[in-house]
């Protein structure tokens, strides 16, 4: 059933119309208050016609199952609900109503692990009970998501910077290295392969600050700094991505990477690229070849090893020479 934004403007004008007892409305008129509510709430002006006033109050007799009078005069006949109180607006949710929002609300249930929105599970909690959804079927979407990752429980307070322009002390500690205090102006937060990451501007000792990225389940502690906030103009991190793979950014050059592809593999390629660059040079019947333009890195490096078995570097040379290396090194230590 029609539930676009035109649907709902004739419904509730209809609505409107069976709920006044001071008026006789017949089809024209109906059709004629719809058209003039599209013009005047949607800028529509090529109305609708009686066929379509004819379905839809066959579709809200469906879906809200209303009240509705048909009351002959003569050869014509006008429409109005059993009784003046009565609205759609006043109803409970209907039984497909009720279904997209049971769904709304397992796909909502997704975020109950992050931080930043705690104050989710009172309000769902809330809806739940008032529409009576606990006993609600098993759920049919998943997402992917750690909710034991460390370093979650700031994402809030982090996420909270960013929006007010509040520069950070950062505790941070990277693999097998001592832990290090930083000055830190957060911009952005970005997920990959699971993982969250922040990036900002950070102050070095003696140095103009800089761009860099942390893994949020490498902070140690934060806490807000006096310092007074640089503000990002400069970077626009929608752009900032579109030349790599993850979100290791290096102050390198695109380079043109071929690959030759097993077409066992390739209908998965293709509906997932690899890239957003990603395009067909040519294809028989055992490969397809396609090419990527992209800054090589080590995501995109371990994105290729991941199909190894079913893919050819062609180019550039210095990438399938590291492969190589990579696979030697990985078979030595699996022998």
Known sequence: MPT?????????????????FGRRYYIEDLMQ????ALFFQAGI???????????????METIWDIPLCRRREGKKVYYHYNTSSYSINNQLLNE???????????MLNRFKGMPQFTWMEEILARIENDFNLRQTPKNIVAFEQNPYLKGLNLFSDIFNAIVNKQTLTIVYQRFFKEKKQYIFHPYFL????????????????????????LALDRIEKISYSNEPYI????????????DVIGVSVYNKQLEKVV?????????YVHTKPLHGSQKIKSQNEETTTIELSLIINYEAEN?????IDKIKIVSPIHLREKMLIRLKEAMKKNQ
Request: glycine share 2%; net charge negative.
């Open 259 to 267: 690959l030759e592809i097993d077409n066992v593999l390739f209908p």
């Open 190 to 213: 970005k997920q990959y392969n699971n993982r969250w990451f922040l990036f900002g501007l950070c102050h070095f000792s003696k140095q103009e600050p800089s761009l860099i990225i």
């Open 303 to 307: 994105l290729f090893l991941s199909y």
């Open 45 to 59: 002006e090529k109305g609708v016609q009686i066929r379509q006033i004819r379905q839809d109050i066959s579709d």
């Open 33 to 36: 208050e719809c058209n003039k």
């Open 4 to 20: 676009n934004k035109q649907a709902q403007i004739r419904y509730q004008t209809l609505d409107r119309c069976f709920s006044n």
């Open 231 to 242: 503000e990002n103009n400069d970077i626009n991190f929608d752009e900032y991505f579109e």
């Open 96 to 106: 497909m109503e009720v279904n997209q929002l049971k769904e709304t609300i397992y």
